[in-house]
């Protein structure tokens, strides 16, 4: 965790800039997973979740995708989500913009600031839209999965959690990893207001969210490895292309 006072510097050229880069090559090359606290600063947080508030409140989520449970027959819910993928140019989503803007900065950044050139050895070119996601309480969770089973091309899963006051005992949505190799350790991480989590997106990460029992928001960004994304463009068809974005200088 750092505490940052952000301003409307741009990240590049914030002066913490290149710790936030040391701080996610560190921890990912450790644990493959990273927590940042206070990454954009109150004002610019709270900026994010008026936003975010407001796309909730206009009813343009949609539910996360239903899947039959085999056993019962009957349409069983694995995911609680709501969602929406927003590419940040939109008139209502100025500041999901910039967050979006900052986080491929620190990304971008941590890919080249490696010393062996690139963050666990991928050469990142793109990524998907930001897909904001609403677990609406009652009880709404995410059973144990891996986000990207079958080199899809995604290598890193970017979250970033907007929940203010949030009490995990009171409100349950525990983001829970089980990290591949770590045996019975778990990462256990509260989805608090202005904190971003970056995690392999791999089967080294399996993850669950726990049931939450309050509204709680989050905002995630998958980053692709343009090796393995070209690789899965052969083979099969990556989910829909109309949430990919790809990177213009791509190196
Ligand atoms: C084919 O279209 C789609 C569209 C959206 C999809 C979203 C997810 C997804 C994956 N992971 C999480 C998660 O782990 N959240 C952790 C947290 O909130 O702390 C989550 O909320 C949602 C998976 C498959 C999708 C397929
Ligand atoms: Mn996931």
Redesign the pocket.
């Known amino acids: 965790n750092h505490s940052v006072v952000s301003t409307d510097v741009p990240m590049s050229k914030r002066s913490d800039y290149v710790d936030l880069c040391r701080n996610i090559i560190r921890d990912m090359d450790l644990y493959g997973v990273c927590v940042l606290d206070n990454f954009l600063g109150y004002e610019r947080g709270m900026s994010v979740l008026n936003e975010v508030m407001n796309l909730y409140s206009m009813g343009v989520f949609k539910d996360?995708?239903l899947v039959r449970n085999k056993a019962s027959n009957n349409l069983k819910t694995i995911?609680g989500?709501e969602?929406i993928w927003v590419d940040g140019r939109e008139n209502s989503c100025k500041h999901i913009g910039q967050l979006i803007s900052d986080v491929d900065s620190v990304v971008m950044g941590s890919n080249q600031m490696n010393d062996n050139g690139k963050l666990g050895n991928y050469t990142i070119n793109g990524r998907t839209k930001a897909?904001v996601?609403c677990?609406p309480g009652h009880g709404s969770h995410?059973v144990k999965?891996v986000?990207n089973p079958n080199k899809d091309g995604r290598c890193i899963t970017a979250?970033y959690y907007l929940n203010k006051d949030w009490d995990i005992k009171e409100n349950g949505g525990l983001?829970r990893i089980f990290p591949e190799g770590w045996s019975d350790q778990v990462a256990d991480?509260e989805?608090l207001f202005d904190r971003i989590l970056f995690f392999w997106s791999d089967r080294r990460n399996p993850?669950e969210?726990q049931p939450a029992f309050k509204t709680r928001y989050?905002i995630?960004l998958w980053y692709f490895d343009g090796n393995e994304k070209e690789e899965a463009g052969k083979k099969f068809h990556v989910?829909?292309q109309s949430n990919i974005c790809c990177f213009e200088n791509a190196t």
């Open positions: 996360g995708e995911r989500d969602i897909m996601a677990y995410y999965h986000d979250i983001l991480i989805p993850h969210v989050a995630t989910a829909s």
